[in-house]
């Protein structure tokens, strides 16, 4: 659907192994969409919007459901296709700023290979709150800050507990560096997560959770600006059904200042970003292509 719709070019070879063909690919979309009355491109939007429909849910899940509002945070967008999709997800959700780094498409690869070195350590501990002795949680995290002691070398220490109201088939991670400020914390996240407290009822811990880290030297990310960037290249693309003549820039050319407003298509090297109607942007000094719209 997106080679057909224009956002990915016709006749480029993935990885030198697959040729794109868009003329397979609308006798693709037709072949589907003949069975429900519809013609190729209303087929490709359909496509296109059920993906939408599905990332979307997604990125509910772990934000309204969790008690926030994504209109106050960036999207960012990774994967090969991710940047394809983007704009729409964030119109969809009232977000305005979306991130598209400039190793999108392998962005997993890299956060592997310059992360931090991470150990998660957790340990029943199944307890009235009111009933929970400071010394001795104390004891309980010193337990399992000498196995991180032992797994990584001299690690940053962070400590976390699960708690929940008496009955609950559930917990809520909180912070426990302060033993004394675990009720107010539970019920702060409880009202965040669901949109209600119940300080009345009594609390349960039930585990307690260490988060070890070992940083590593991580490479600076950065972008320069480039001189004498060429014009960019034409290409017919679909937007909400409307056939536009749109820029297409390669990332590879751009630097740190160049800039582009939709619609338009900036081709990464394992990557493809759609920059929908109504969206602007331009890469930032740390290589980041950074969109945003009224």
């Not at 679909?238 to 536009?244: A, I, P, S």
Request: proline share 4%; with cysteine; glycine share 10%.
């Amino acid at each position: 659907a997106n080679l057909f719709l224009g956002y990915l070019a016709d006749g480029v070879e993935l990885g030198g192994q697959v040729s794109l063909d868009r003329g397979r690919a609308e006798e693709a979309l037709a072949a589907v969409g003949g069975e429900l009355g519809l013609d190729a491109l209303e087929t490709a939007l359909g496509v296109v919007r059920v993906a939408d429909a599905e990332m979307v849910r997604a990125l509910r899940v772990i934000s309204v459901e969790r008690g926030l509002d994504p209109r106050d945070f960036a999207l960012v967008a990774f994967g090969g296709a991710g940047g394809m999709h983007a704009c729409s997800l964030a119109e969809e959700l009232g977000m305005r700023t979306v991130l598209v780094p400039r190793a999108s498409g392998v962005l997993s690869a890299l956060g592997l290979a310059i992360s931090d070195l991470r150990r998660d350590y957790a340990s029943p501990y199944l307890s009235a709150l009111e009933d929970v002795d400071a010394g001795a949680l104390d004891e309980a995290f010193e337990e399992l800050q000498r196995l991180a002691a032992g797994d990584l070398d001299s690690p940053e220490l962070t400590r976390r507990a699960d708690l929940r109201y008496r009955g609950q088939s559930f917990e809520l991670t909180v912070a426990a560096d302060e033993p004394r400020e675990l009720a107010a914390r539970f019920h702060d996240a409880h009202e965040r997560r669901y949109g209600y407290r119940m300080e009345e009822e009594p609390v349960e811990l039930v585990s307690l959770r260490l988060i070890a880290i070992s940083p590593v030297e991580a490479p600076k990310l950065s972008e320069e600006a480039v001189e004498g960037e060429p014009a960019p290249e034409r290409r017919r693309a679909c937007f909400d059904g409307d056939w536009l003549e749109i820029d297409v820039r390669g990332r590879g050319r751009m630097g740190e200042g160049s800039a582009v407003e939709g619609p338009a298509i900036v081709e990464f090297s394992e990557a493809t970003c759609v920059v929908r109607p109504g969206w602007r942007g331009a890469i930032d000094g740390a290589g980041t292509l950074v969109l945003e719209r009224p």
